[in-house]
């Protein structure tokens, strides 16, 4: 993929817009038992086309959306980081929410550390984001963890509407990160 198909780059990742060529990559991702620990359940291939669909149409009415990423060195995609709307029922949504998810091949080597923090430059810079939040299961340590990473700060637990009755996954975390904490002023 040449340099200038990406909407923007770190040193190590691509940030790009979905296209078909991604649907079975992501889909393997998707279906992936240890990558989808805290979620209520693989899914399929068709659930991961309409995934894709919805991320295209984000970013086409947004500029955002849960990005395709490659790594730069072997133009190879290894899964999402990016933003989305959130508007299920709570009291901080509706909002934008930062997450990832990579194909286990590309974990421990601070691939969604290093992406979120473009993804947060990105929001806060071109997009003229006030406020970026992040929410996992509270069983979700290492995603958790890259919120802090990225100097996002604890705001609160909640019960998530979509998994309340998942007694293993049901009480997540909320983290947000606003522009001036980002920028440390």
Same mark, same amino acid.
């Given at each position: 993929?040449?340099?200038?198909?990406?909407?923007?780059?770190?040193?190590?990742?691509?940030?790009?817009?979905?296209?078909?060529?991604?649907?079975?990559?992501?889909?393997?991702?998707?279906?992936?038992?240890?990558?989808?620990? #805290?979620?209520?359940? *693989?899914?399929?291939?068709?659930?991961?086309?309409? +995934? $894709?669909?919805?991320?295209? @149409?984000?970013? !086409?009415?947004?500029?955002?959306?849960? #990005?395709?990423?490659? *790594?730069?060195?072997?133009?190879?995609?290894?899964? +999402? $980081?990016?933003?989305?709307? @959130?508007?299920? !029922?709570?009291?901080?949504?509706?909002?934008?929410?930062?997450?990832?998810?990579?194909?286990?091949?590309?974990?421990?080597?601070?691939?969604?550390?290093?992406?979120?923090?473009?993804?947060?430059?990105?929001?806060?810079?071109?997009?003229?984001?006030?406020?970026?939040?992040?929410?996992?299961?509270?069983?979700?340590?290492?995603?958790?963890?890259?919120?802090?990473?990225?100097?996002?700060?604890?705001?609160?637990?909640?019960?998530?509407?979509?998994?309340?009755?998942?007694?293993?996954?049901?009480?997540?975390?909320?983290?947000?990160?606003?522009?001036?904490?980002?920028?440390?002023?």
């Amino acid at each position: 993929m040449l340099m200038n198909e990406y909407i923007f780059t770190t040193e190590r990742l691509g940030f790009r817009n979905w296209k078909e060529s991604d649907i079975e990559k992501m889909a393997e991702i998707n279906a992936n038992e240890v990558v989808m620990e #805290f979620f209520p359940s *693989t899914q399929t291939l068709e659930q991961t086309k309409a +995934f $894709i669909d919805r991320m295209q @149409q984000l970013y !086409e009415r947004t500029g955002f959306c849960y #990005f395709a990423v490659d *790594t730069l060195v072997d133009n190879r995609f290894i899964g +999402f $980081i990016g933003l989305a709307e @959130q508007n299920f !029922e709570a009291d901080f949504t509706p909002c934008i929410d930062i997450g990832w998810r990579l194909h286990p091949n590309a974990w421990n080597k601070g691939y969604a550390t290093e992406g979120a923090k473009a993804c947060l430059e990105y929001a806060f810079t071109t997009l003229k984001l006030d406020k970026v939040c992040a929410m996992a299961p509270v069983v979700n340590l290492k995603s958790i963890e890259v919120m802090k990473k990225n100097g996002m700060h604890y705001v609160a637990n909640f019960i998530h509407p979509v998994l309340e009755n998942d007694e293993r996954l049901k009480e997540c975390v909320l983290y947000e990160i606003n522009q001036s904490i980002f920028y440390g002023n």
